[in-house]
């Protein structure tokens, strides 16, 4: 946190640190207090002597242990902090290690630059470093003090240089028009070029007496959405501007979406850093939907009208679908870390679904889009998605649903008679209550896990259920209902008694024994590397997944038939599965998976139906 002195108009201060600068080694002298007017090279005709003694005599700046202090020096970032850090009188003790990798923790700089940092003021660049020796240019310094006093410019496009990149125009503009700076020449501001110690002095005393916004802890607010300018929304009758983190929020093309949404900001000094939280209340049509689109993170959204569509956001948290939803709804190119929750009708408006249930047949579309688990509370819903979904979870007394996509898992919780449509690749479908499920749907269900003797299911003619599991105490032909006429669609049936003698399975027909199945927990192990894969390797146990986050090099073998996701990479090598006692079915790849082995692939596993879907082998498939 930072005091601010009577004097000081501002305290916010969000530096901006981009492009390559000009790396330079400059040995810095411990400095020493001493009054502007004692520097051996600071006279009073010197053109910036009164802003040095005044950051001088506020004990921002020092002079050097020979008696100057070098105006015309060229100022490196590790310094630049250093000021900024005492301008706003920040602490530089109590702060968090920002692990720049340049930057160790005795660094003469690490308590500027970690405040700095801390208060979302510097960034360092993509390698992890902050090159403290590099000199500052011109145009960060434009941008830095625009941002750090809110200088605005009236009219960006009066700017008389000729050289200036759009990218600094609008900070350099605010600059100019405030008196900040003139330019290197009348038709030149020379943005590439360094600032020396004693320009930033002059830099800093001319923003701070133009800048008008004074230090506030950051505050939470919740408002209605009413109109907005590309820079700066009015809340009840105060300005606050948009911090470039939120920009692509508030743009042109999303005001039809945001009309009458509900908000949820973090602000500070008057800028609104951070959007957490939107509700969306402007429906769209059947003809026209309304799109939402935005690169920005946020906590949650809640999509509370119809025909929206939600594109390429990032949710840390939950969205949810609300029930004024009654048509459709999409994700498109989204990341949602949470969970997508499709809520429930009430009671008043369930009855109307009743009697009118054309009009409440939503459709959840997810396309190029990551997720974490679906929690279906809404009645009659359909799901397509070209995504695999992690988990659709169908809760409460759901009687229909429709999917079309790959899921990993769908776990049933309803208690009703469900009836279950579309076309689908799930991994696992578990049956927890004594549901009727009725699977009329085509495609393929690796486990069909029954938990619940009472629960009762009957296929379509379109379904392969490679393994059903069926609780002990019951039989296949208590649990299938339409047995007889699926049996050729079931290629395994674990668990329960033979549905020819009603004893325990000891395997024969479609019955096997000592299935390769995944346990209900599956640990996932990610890896990155050969060594990592070694380890994850030895750890790992039947029905676990391996997943690649990039190709890897290595020769492996497989004696406990884990699962990989090779998540689109190449395995470098050959690989070999050696399960002699093994019978089952085995799953090489979870659903929707692909990737290559560039070796060979050997299976000695003679007694396990092995399924390689989405798995290319570039080498021999050799099966012994």
Same mark, same amino acid.
């Given at each position: 946190?930072?005091?601010?002195?009577?004097?000081? &108009?501002?305290?916010?201060?969000?530096?901006?640190?981009?492009?390559?600068?000009?790396?330079?080694?400059?040995?810095?002298?411990?400095? =020493?207090?001493?009054?502007? *007017?004692?520097?051996?090279?600071?006279?009073?005709?010197?053109?910036?002597?009164?802003?040095?003694?005044?950051?001088?005599?506020?004990?921002?700046? *020092?002079?050097?242990?020979?008696?100057?202090?070098?105006?015309?020096?060229?100022?490196?970032?590790?310094?630049?902090?250093?000021?900024?850090?005492?301008?706003?009188?920040?602490?530089?003790?109590?702060?968090?290690?920002?692990?720049?990798?340049?930057?160790?923790?005795?660094?003469?700089?690490?308590?500027?630059?970690?405040?700095?940092?801390?208060?979302?003021?510097?960034?360092?660049?993509?390698?992890?470093?902050?090159?403290?020796?590099?000199?500052?240019?011109?145009?960060?310094?434009?941008?830095?003090?625009?941002?750090?006093?809110?200088?605005?410019?009236?009219?960006? *496009?009066?700017?008389?240089?000729?050289?200036?990149?759009?990218?600094?125009?609008?900070?350099?503009?605010?600059?100019?028009?405030?008196?900040?700076?003139?330019?290197?020449?009348?038709?030149?501001?020379?943005?590439?070029?360094?600032?020396?110690?004693?320009?930033?002095?002059?830099?800093?005393?001319?923003?701070?007496?133009?800048?008008?916004?004074?230090?506030?802890?950051?505050?939470?607010? @919740?408002?209605?959405?009413?109109?907005?300018?590309?820079?700066?929304?009015?809340?009840?009758?105060?300005?606050?501007?948009?911090?470039?983190?939120?920009?692509?929020?508030?743009?042109?093309?999303?005001?039809?979406?945001? +009309?009458?949404?509900?908000?949820?900001?973090? =602000? &500070?000094?008057?800028?609104?850093?951070?959007?957490?939280?939107?509700?969306?209340?402007?429906?769209?049509?059947?003809?026209?939907?309304?799109?939402?689109?935005?690169?920005?993170?946020?906590?949650?959204?809640?999509?509370?009208?119809?025909?929206?569509?939600?594109?390429?956001?990032?949710?840390?948290?939950?969205?949810?679908?609300?029930?004024?939803?009654?048509?459709?709804?999409?994700?498109?190119?989204?990341?949602?870390?949470?969970?997508?929750?499709?809520?429930?009708?009430?009671?008043?408006?369930?009855?109307?679904?009743?009697?009118?249930?054309?009009?409440?047949?939503?459709?959840?579309?997810?396309?190029?889009?990551?997720?974490?688990?679906?929690?279906?509370?809404?009645?009659?819903?359909?799901?397509?998605?070209?995504?695999?979904?992690?988990?659709?979870?169908?809760?409460? +007394?759901?009687?229909?649903?429709?999917?079309?996509?790959?899921? &990993?898992?769908?776990?049933?919780?309803?208690?009703?008679?469900?009836?279950?449509?579309? *076309?689908?690749?799930?991994?696992?479908?578990?049956?927890?209550?004594?549901?009727?499920?009725?699977?009329?749907?085509?495609?393929?269900?690796?486990?069909?896990?029954?938990?619940?003797?009472?629960?009762?299911?009957?296929?379509?003619?379109?379904?392969?259920?490679?393994?059903?599991?069926?609780?002990?105490?019951?039989?296949?032909?208590?649990?299938?209902?339409?047995?007889?006429?699926?049996?050729?669609?079931?290629?395994?049936?674990?668990?329960?008694?033979?549905?020819?003698?009603?004893?325990?399975?000891?395997?024969?027909?479609?019955?096997?024994?000592?299935?390769?199945?995944?346990?209900? &927990?599956?640990?996932?192990?990610?890896?990155?590397?050969?060594?990592?894969?070694?380890?994850?390797?030895?750890?790992?146990?039947?029905?676990?997944?391996?997943?690649?986050?990039?190709?890897?090099?290595?020769?492996? @073998?497989?004696?406990?038939?884990?699962?990989?996701?090779?998540?689109?990479?190449?395995?470098?090598?050959?690989?070999?599965?050696?399960?002699?006692?093994?019978?089952?079915?085995?799953?090489?790849?979870?659903?929707?998976?692909?990737?290559?082995?560039?070796?060979?692939?050997?299976?000695?596993?003679?007694?396990?139906?092995?399924?390689?879907?989405?798995?290319?082998?570039?080498?021999?498939?050799?099966?012994?």
């Amino acid at each position: 946190m930072s005091k601010w002195r009577k004097s000081k &108009k501002s305290k916010y201060l969000k530096a901006i640190t981009a492009m390559a600068l000009t790396a330079s080694a400059v040995v810095v002298v411990a400095p =020493i207090a001493s009054e502007a *007017n004692s520097f051996k090279d600071v006279h009073r005709t010197h053109p910036f002597y009164d802003d040095i003694k005044n950051l001088n005599d506020r004990g921002i700046i *020092n002079g050097f242990q020979d008696g100057t202090f070098k105006p015309e020096q060229n100022l490196t970032r590790g310094q630049a902090a250093k000021i900024i850090a005492s301008v706003l009188e920040l602490d530089t003790l109590n702060v968090s290690n920002p692990n720049f990798k340049d930057i160790p923790t005795t660094h003469q700089y690490f308590g500027a630059i970690a405040a700095l940092k801390q208060e979302g003021i510097i960034d360092g660049y993509e390698d992890g470093t902050f090159r403290q020796g590099d000199y500052i240019e011109r145009n960060h310094v434009a941008k830095i003090l625009a941002n750090a006093f809110h200088l605005k410019a009236s009219n960006t *496009n009066s700017l008389p240089f000729t050289d200036v990149r759009a990218d600094y125009k609008e900070a350099i503009a605010a600059l100019y028009e405030n008196n900040v700076t003139t330019g290197k020449t009348a038709t030149l501001f020379d943005g590439s070029s360094n600032v020396t110690r004693g320009q930033m002095a002059a830099f800093i005393t001319r923003s701070e007496a133009v800048g008008h916004p004074i230090f506030q802890p950051s505050q939470s607010v @919740t408002f209605k959405v009413e109109e907005y300018a590309a820079s700066e929304i009015t809340i009840n009758g105060k300005t606050y501007y948009f911090d470039d983190s939120v920009k692509s929020i508030f743009t042109t093309e999303n005001k039809t979406a945001l +009309t009458g949404a509900e908000i949820t900001a973090t =602000i &500070k000094n008057g800028v609104i850093t951070k959007v957490n939280n939107v509700v969306l209340n402007k429906a769209g049509s059947a003809e026209k939907e309304v799109v939402f689109k935005t690169n920005a993170t946020l906590d949650s959204i809640t999509i509370n009208a119809d025909a929206v569509i939600v594109k390429n956001v990032s949710i840390t948290g939950n969205a949810i679908i609300s029930s004024n939803v009654k048509a459709k709804v999409a994700f498109d190119g989204a990341t949602i870390t949470g969970d997508i929750i499709a809520e429930a009708i009430d009671g008043a408006k369930a009855s109307l679904e009743n009697k009118n249930a054309s009009q409440t047949t939503p459709v959840l579309t997810i396309k190029n889009s990551q997720t974490g688990k679906v929690h279906v509370k809404r009645n009659n819903i359909s799901i397509m998605s070209n995504s695999v979904i992690p988990e659709i979870i169908i809760t409460a +007394t759901i009687s229909a649903i429709n999917i079309e996509g790959a899921v &990993k898992k769908v776990t049933i919780e309803s208690t009703a008679k469900l009836k279950m449509t579309g *076309n689908v690749n799930f991994e696992r479908l578990l049956l927890s209550t004594a549901v009727e499920l009725a699977l009329n749907v085509g495609g393929v269900v690796n486990y069909l896990s029954v938990l619940n003797a009472d629960a009762r299911i009957t296929i379509g003619s379109g379904l392969m259920i490679n393994t059903l599991s069926i609780p002990a105490g019951s039989t296949v032909t208590k649990i299938m209902t339409n047995y007889a006429a699926v049996a050729s669609q079931i290629r395994a049936v674990i668990g329960g008694s033979s549905p020819s003698t009603g004893v325990h399975n000891n395997g024969g027909g479609n019955v096997a024994p000592d299935p390769v199945i995944p346990p209900e &927990k599956v640990i996932e192990f990610n890896v990155k590397n050969a060594e990592e894969l070694k380890q994850a390797l030895k750890q790992a146990k039947a029905g676990d997944l391996i997943k690649l986050m990039a190709p890897v090099t290595i020769d492996i @073998t497989l004696t406990d038939l884990v699962m990989f996701d090779l998540n689109g990479y190449t395995l470098n090598g050959n690989v070999t599965i050696t399960a002699p006692t093994a019978k089952g079915r085995y799953t090489f790849m979870p659903a929707g998976s692909t990737g290559t082995i560039s070796g060979d692939l050997i299976i000695d596993a003679p007694n396990v139906n092995i399924s390689l879907d989405g798995l290319t082998v570039e080498g021999h498939t050799v099966i012994e």
